[in-house]
């Protein structure tokens, strides 16, 4: 049995170089890259987004702590993204306008990509033109759209109205903390996955 206590530790004091080490240490021991982000990253991550939500840890902080997570995801990454498989479909993802949260919705690319999709990243604080723009330009089978902030959640509805005035034919897929499925019946998405792996089968799922 893995200790994954260490790597939560690392994460939660954000030090960037020892989540490397540790990182570096389980995959050469062996460990599973995705026991690796959910039990030994996002644990910790986890640990912090109830200490940031109780006052007891602050901005600068959880932007170490995050940092040190992304580094201990750089490197397993490439264990798990097989380029090599043919696509199963284009998906575009983005962060709704107006939050700069990316660390679920790059997990989540990651997450696809490894499922054998081409995945485009759009980046933080996509206002909903650019979305279709970008829908125009790379043609995908499904736009995912993640926001962590209840103000910026209702720029979901506004994003998939515009696609549906623009008449252009994609799937909508949403997610987030706030996200549940019942809002995404509410404005009329396709689906929600409340994490990662789920989005996968989602994925798999809406493109038959
Ligand atoms: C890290 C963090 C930050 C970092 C972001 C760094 C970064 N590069 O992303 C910083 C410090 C910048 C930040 C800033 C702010 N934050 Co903040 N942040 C967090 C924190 C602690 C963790 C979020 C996180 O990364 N979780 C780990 C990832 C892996 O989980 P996740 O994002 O939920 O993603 C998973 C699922 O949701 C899902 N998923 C995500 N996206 C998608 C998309 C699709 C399509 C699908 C299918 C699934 C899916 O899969 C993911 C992987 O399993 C949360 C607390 C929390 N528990 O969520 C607060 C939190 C989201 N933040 C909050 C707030 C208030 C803010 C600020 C307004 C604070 C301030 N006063 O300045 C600003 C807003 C900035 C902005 N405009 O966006 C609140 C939001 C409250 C609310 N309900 O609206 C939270 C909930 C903290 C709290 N309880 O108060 N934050």
Same mark, same amino acid.
Not at 29 to 56: H, T, Y
Not at 89 to 108: A, E, F, Q, R, S
Not at 148 to 169: A, P, R
């Given at each position: 049995?893995?200790?994954?206590?260490?790597?939560?530790?690392?994460?939660?004091?954000?030090?960037?170089?020892?989540?490397?080490?540790?990182?570096?240490?389980?995959?050469?021991?062996?460990?599973?890259?995705?026991? &690796?982000?959910?039990?030994?990253?996002?644990?910790?991550?986890?640990?912090?987004?109830?200490?940031?939500?109780?006052?007891?840890?602050?901005?600068?902080?959880?932007?170490?702590?995050?940092?040190?997570?992304?580094?201990?995801?750089?490197?397993?990454?490439?264990?798990?993204?097989?380029?090599?498989?043919?696509?199963?479909?284009?998906?575009?993802?983005?962060?709704?306008?107006?939050?700069?949260?990316?660390?679920?919705?790059?997990?989540?690319?990651?997450?696809?990509?490894?499922?054998?999709?081409?995945?485009?990243?759009?980046?933080?604080? &996509?206002?909903?033109?650019?979305?279709?723009?970008?829908?125009?330009?790379?043609?995908?089978?499904?736009?995912?759209?993640?926001?962590?902030?209840?103000?910026?959640?209702?720029?979901?509805?506004?994003?998939?109205?515009?696609?549906?005035?623009?008449?252009?034919?994609?799937?909508?897929? &949403?997610?987030?903390?706030?996200?549940?499925?019942?809002?995404?019946?509410?404005?009329?998405?396709?689906?929600?996955?409340?994490?990662?792996?789920?989005?996968?089968?989602?994925?798999?799922?809406?493109?038959?």
């Amino acid at each position: 049995m893995t200790n994954f206590e260490p790597l939560n530790q690392s994460v939660i004091s954000g030090r960037v170089d020892q989540v490397k080490e540790q990182t570096k240490a389980m995959v050469d021991a062996g460990v599973s890259p995705i026991e &690796i982000i959910n039990q030994g990253l996002i644990a910790g991550m986890n640990v912090v987004g109830v200490r940031f939500k109780n006052g007891d840890m602050f901005v600068p902080e959880v932007l170490m702590c995050a940092r040190s997570m992304a580094a201990g995801i750089e490197i397993v990454k490439p264990l798990i993204a097989d380029t090599d498989m043919p696509s199963k479909g284009k998906v575009l993802i983005g962060t709704v306008k107006g939050d700069l949260h990316d660390i679920g919705k790059n997990l989540v690319g990651m997450m696809m990509e490894s499922g054998g999709f081409n995945v485009i990243n759009l980046g933080v604080d &996509i206002p909903p033109e650019k979305f279709v723009a970008a829908i125009k330009e790379h043609k995908p089978d499904i736009v995912a759209m993640s926001a962590l902030l209840t103000t910026t959640m209702l720029q979901m509805k506004d994003t998939i109205e515009l696609i549906k005035e623009e008449g252009l034919n994609v799937k909508y897929i &949403i997610g987030g903390a706030p996200i549940s499925q019942e809002f995404a019946d509410e404005i009329g998405a396709d689906g929600y996955a409340p994490d990662a792996a789920s989005s996968v089968d989602l994925c798999l799922k809406l493109i038959g």
